[in-house]
């Protein structure tokens, strides 16, 4: 069974100072999984069980989280009259949704793991953890080694783009993988840091990620100058 911790943090430039960095780090750990989240639940078809808890942050004088960050500074979008009641129920739906995977949800197959730059493949008992660069706006692209150059009808088929096997893990074993981008939209820039932890174990508990050895490290930081 693959436990997963995905914590993601947005800020802009305002908070790209020491101070916003220190209040940052302390987002980037792993925590306890908590009562509300049901830790029951039926053997998925490929024979193992993946557990994916998402924590979206948005730093913004202060760090928030995803669904606090809406509910005060945002609005449903509403374009007309006719549309409002249709945009209300889209917007309580998407809300619904953040806060049941801040909670922790379980899914069948490791193909259900959405997670950008982040591939996983069940081996038997063990996971393959598979990191690639993102594009498309994202900053710095990290090019070289890319394992599925050739592999036909992927979409990193005849690329440059960095793309690879951060690690494999084994049953008992743990794994945390680390990347940043800074992106340019028509809002502006703004950069992002993923923290991702990854571990293999028979039941999943409470305290699985807070106590687990994360023997493997896989880092893709880079200085988003």
Request: glycine fraction near 6%; include cysteine; proline fraction near 3%.
């Given at each position: ?20 960095a220190v ?152 794994g945390v ?49």
């Open positions: 069974m693959l436990a997963i911790q995905y914590i993601r943090i947005f800020w802009r430039k305002e908070n790209r100072t020491p101070a916003g209040a940052r780090r302390e987002y980037f750990k792993p925590i306890g999984i908590e009562n509300e989240a049901q830790l029951e639940s039926a053997e998925s078809d490929s024979g193992g069980e993946i557990f994916l808890q998402k924590r979206w942050y948005i730093q913004s004088d202060k760090i928030y989280p995803y669904s606090e960050y809406n509910i005060l500074f945002r609005t449903p979008p509403i374009k007309t009259y006719e549309l409002r009641e249709e945009s209300l129920r889209k917007y309580l739906m998407e809300q619904n949704r953040r806060e049941k995977e801040d909670r922790g949800v379980f899914l069948s197959d490791v193909k259900d793991v959405d997670i950008p730059g982040i591939e996983i493949k069940l081996l038997d008992e063990e996971y393959e953890i598979i990191w690639y660069s993102l594009e498309k706006g994202y900053q710095p692209v990290r090019t070289g080694y890319n394992q599925k150059y050739h592999v036909k009808g992927s979409t990193a088929q005849g690329k440059r783009l960095k793309c690879e096997t951060a690690f494999v893990l084994k049953k008992g074993e743990a993988v680390k990347y940043n981008y800074r992106y340019t939209s028509y809002s502006g820039q703004h950069y992002e840091q993923f923290c991702i932890y990854f571990v293999n174990v028979d039941e999943i508990r409470r305290d699985s990620f807070v106590k687990a050895d994360y023997g493997k490290v896989y880092d893709e930081m880079v200085d988003l100058f």
